[in-house]
């Protein structure tokens, strides 16, 4: 572990180097872009650096490493492979942007490393299952998690489907460990094969590679907790690359049809397409757009793209949104029950609406406000720097809550399920953070309760 930071440098200069020397970025993409592009990737490999170099004994998993992984995709590789006006949502890619944007992340990497020793020291990490956790108890939770997860499927409410996803992370964390120390019986390894299966078809049919993604890496993290058969971590990365790789170049196409077609296609009926557009695609002439939207990297640019579209019209166009879009946090914790007026949570049309993304008249399509994005469009670049400074704060206080190793393995699993959708700030800050307090408190009362 030791020789690991070593490594991650070692890997970062050579992809600098191949990157200057080697690799030919698009005709358009002059020397400041490429400049804040390599910063990026810099400043994104320093993370998991001192990550690795002496806070592995303290976290569940590389929370913060992830975070910043996820950035490096998003802010420093796409500059080098896709041309700045084929970035998502704006004609030009805004060089401005990528230099604010890494300001704002030196602030929030630096207020994360430097606080961390000092901050929130007292803070007793997040443990809803009591310590003596014997088989009966520990089989009933896989139980309720199971209802859980199976009682979203039929109710498609926001708060719902959340709590169902949170459940879905822990049962298969909770049946993987039950597999590997041989522990399952037939009919638990059944339904276990029908749940993952069922997920993995359901992603991937849904055409946002994202969805079957995030299943995949918490698996192989599932595996990495346990300590034992991480070789098994192949079965999964592997199909997914493979996977990844020939579906990204025919999945526009995709999705007009699974989408927007005038027929609503059954699960079957979505694989064989699938395979028929992959197939297809392989035989026709290679004149794709390798630089435009058919490159890999074209989705993961979206929190980029968005960034740059915020710093061009905001305020010029579109006038500072002075912290309206968080006030939807302060009412999560309030049950529509209790409020049936309660405003519906729908930033993804608004912004998309605002900014001109979307028609008018398109009350469907939901677009995504990245933290970074929502940050500007509020308070400027002031703001947006200060409001990294708490946000590096803010990752503090999750990283020492959910993600510390002092509590027991099953707890681990548990908050483990609970930050890991927290890795990709692709959404905005209530959407992302606004639920963490009901799922707490609702996990701590029935996890207690069936004890009790």
């Known amino acids: 572990m030791k020789s690991l930071p070593l490594l991650i440098i070692g890997g970062m200069i050579m992809v600098l180097v191949y990157l200057v020397y080697f690799h030919t970025a698009p005709e358009n993409n002059g020397a400041d872009y490429l400049f804040w592009g390599k910063m990026h990737i810099i400043l994104s490999t320093i993370p998991a650096v001192i990550y690795f ?14 975070v910043s ?11 080098f ?19 604010i944007g890494f300001w704002g992340l030196l602030i929030f990497y630096f207020t994360y490393f430097f606080m961390y020793p000092y901050l ?33 499927k039929f109710f498609q409410l926001v708060a719902i489907r959340h709590l169902g996803n949170f459940s879905l992370y822990v049962y298969l964390g909770f049946t993987i460990t039950k597999l590997i120390r041989k522990r399952a019986n037939l009919w638990e390894m059944l339904i276990f094969g029908l749940v993952l299966g069922f997920e993995l078809v359901d992603r991937l049919t849904s055409g946002l590679i994202a969805e079957l993604a995030t299943l995949v890496l918490f698996l192989s993290l599932i595996l990495i907790l346990e300590g034992s058969k991480k070789y098994l971590i192949a079965v999964f990365m592997v199909p997914f690359l493979i996977f990844y790789v020939q579906f990204s170049s025919v999945k526009g196409t995709y999705r007009n ?19 028929d557009l992959i197939e297809k695609d392989e035989k026709k002439p290679d004149f794709d757009d390798k630089e435009g939207k058919d490159n890999f990297l074209w989705r993961f640019s979206y929190p980029m793209s968005a960034l740059s579209l915020v ?22 914790f309030i049950p529509r029950a209790l409020w049936p007026t309660k405003p519906e949570e729908n930033m993804g049309q608004r912004f998309g609406k605002t900014y001109r993304i979307i028609k008018q008249r398109d009350n469907a399509t939901s677009i ?21 400074f708490m946000l590096g704060i803010f990752f503090v206080f999750l990283d020492k809550f959910f993600n510390s190793k002092s509590v027991t ?20 800050f209530s959407l992302i953070y606004g639920n963490l307090f009901l799922i707490c408190i609702s996990l701590f009362l029935i996890f207690r309760t069936i004890k009790k």
Do not use: C, H
Not at 69 to 79: D, E, K, R, S, Y
């Open 120 to 152: 929130f020291q007292r803070v007793k990490p997040f443990m809803p299952i009591p310590k003596t956790l014997d088989t009966v108890y520990f089989n009933v939770l896989i139980v309720l998690v199971l209802l859980i997860y199976a009682f979203s």
């Open 409 to 428: 393995y099953d707890n681990q699993i548990v908050n483990m399920s609970i930050i890991f959708p927290l890795l990709i700030m692709e959404s905005n």
């Open 81 to 99: 492979f896709i041309r700045i006006n084929s970035f998502q949502m704006n004609d030009v890619l805004n060089v401005e942007a990528m230099e």
């Open 368 to 388: 995504n406000t990245p933290i970074l994005t929502e940050l500007y469009m509020n308070f400027g670049v002031k703001g947006f720097y200060i409001g990294m």
């Open 257 to 275: 049809i699974a989408w927007f077609g005038k027929k609503t296609l059954s699960y079957e009926e979505k694989v064989n397409l699938i395979a």
């Open 311 to 332: 710093v061009t019209k905001t305020p010029s166009v579109v006038p500072y949104w002075n912290g309206e879009t968080y006030l939807p946090f302060f009412t999560k």
């Open 69 to 79: 992984f996820f950035q490096l995709i998003a802010f420093g590789l796409p500059v």
């Open 53 to 66: 170099n002496g806070y592995t004994r303290k976290s569940i998993f590389p929370f913060i490493a992830f």
